[in-house]
């Protein structure tokens, strides 16, 4: 038995002790959840009722692949910039292409990055790369404090060393490093910037959590939208706030559908008297076409084998969806002809997750329904990529006032600061078929070792 599969038995055999039987300790966990702000929209974030372990050696292995697929991308960019050819397989949009073009001030692709990933024991893969601020360096390190001391835990902790991973602190760092970088040396207010939904006048939990801790740490902040900044006297400002640090939770294909490139957010970004962080350079990271260029051998054979390495063991198979020739395995293939016949082994997925597109199991649909989806995908931005089996695994859950076992589907997030993974945090999902709330964060502990 591994240390990780002792971890889980010992967690699920104390709860079917005596002592446990009590859900007292449960409501305890909710009661918290409720009071650090982790219910959005009225359901607790964390719907399982154990963390998800990773392992040391797990994660030095993730961290290891994940820095060299980062600068394999950070490779790729330049050749982009450089090669009109290559950025058209992006499919970015105009705006896009040439906000991309800007020097945001500092060097990074990417300030904070993280990626989709399918944590198999031993062995990995990663399906998408996500140029965004983890959302689980925010609810990981609130969930974990909960769930250190909630009572299973605490009793597991007297057999196995755990670790908790915190992302929030590395989250200011970075920014505040990249604001350093750009020349900046104004002690920085900091504006984080995002959509709201229709009629909802309040930031986003996370985002209120998030700037929550910027002023516990000494930093003025407060969130705002788009639509509520304006650009005075050189200046990026909301109402009387002014603004040095932008952390940017928009996507550009989602702003660029509501404004023009005159709007106060992308002026302060090109004359650079606001630092941006993701810059809108990103953009490159986000779609998923970036990992078709990556998978392409005739684009990295002059790559570093490290890189080269980590592409070829842990990315899948993507190709940008076109009728075109292209290689797969060694092997040229008609690429329309190949997506239809080769349905169980492919996912069509939108290029940019802003899209609103839906992405398409080859595996969960029949023939006919496969191939208008694959011309579906022929009309608009789309990619191809060969099928990335899902980790499932057992967790509790409370349903009603019953604690029963759930088989749920687990994304294991590396997160990325300057290059470099310096924490991680967990997805998870009902796995059963249908329509299931039961979705959200589980805290990431790492196992070290027995005690």
Known sequence: MTVLEEAVSRYHKLLETPAYRDLAWVKSIQEKMAAHNL???????????????????????MAKAAEALYSAMERM???????????????????????????????????TSMFDTQL????????????????????????????YDAQ?????????????????????????????????????????VEFRPPFKNTPSQESELLAEFFRRSGYPTESVTPE??????????????HIDLVYRKVSAQEFLVRFDLMHPLVRAYREGTACVVNSFRTELVRKKAMFGLLTDETLTARFPASERKAIQDHLPWTRTVSATKTTYKGKVVDLPEFIVQNRKKLVLRPNDPASGHSSFNGWEIED??????????????????????????????????????????????????????????TEVKDATPGFSTLAGMAPTFIVESAS
């Open 120 to 147: 198999h024991n031993g062995s990995f893969r990663f399906v998408q790369a996500l140029g965004d601020g983890p959302p689980g360096a925010v609810y990981n390190d609130a969930l974990s404090e909960i769930f």
């Open 152 to 192: 299973p835990v605490k009793e597991l902790r007297k057999k196995l060393k755990l670790s908790k991973t915190q992302g929030m602190k590395r989250l200011l760092h970075s920014l505040l490093a990249a604001y350093k970088v750009s020349g900046k040396k104004k002690f920085p207010c900091i504006a984080i």
């Open 368 to 425: 006919l329904a496969w191939e208008r989806a694959a011309r579906s995908a022929m009309r608009s931005p789309y990619v191809v990529q060969e099928r990335v089996e899902a980790v499932k695994d057992m967790f509790p859950v409370l349903q009603g006032q019953t604690l029963t076992m759930r088989e749920m589907e687990i994304e294991v997030h590396p997160h990325i600061y300057l290059g470099k993974v310096e924490s991680c945090s």
């Open 77 to 111: 960019r330049q050749l982009m910039l450089t090669t009109p050819a290559l950025l058209n397989r992006m499919e970015m949009l105009p705006g896009e292409r040439m906000l991309a073009t800007l020097d945001p001030g500092y060097p990074h692709l990417a300030v």
């Open 39 to 61: 219910t959005p929209s009225g359901r607790p974030v964390c719907p399982v009722l154990r963390p998800h372990f990773v392992s040391r050696r797990q994660l030095a292995a």
């Open 228 to 241: 509520q900044l304006e650009y005075r006297n050189g200046m990026l400002v909301r109402g009387d706030f």
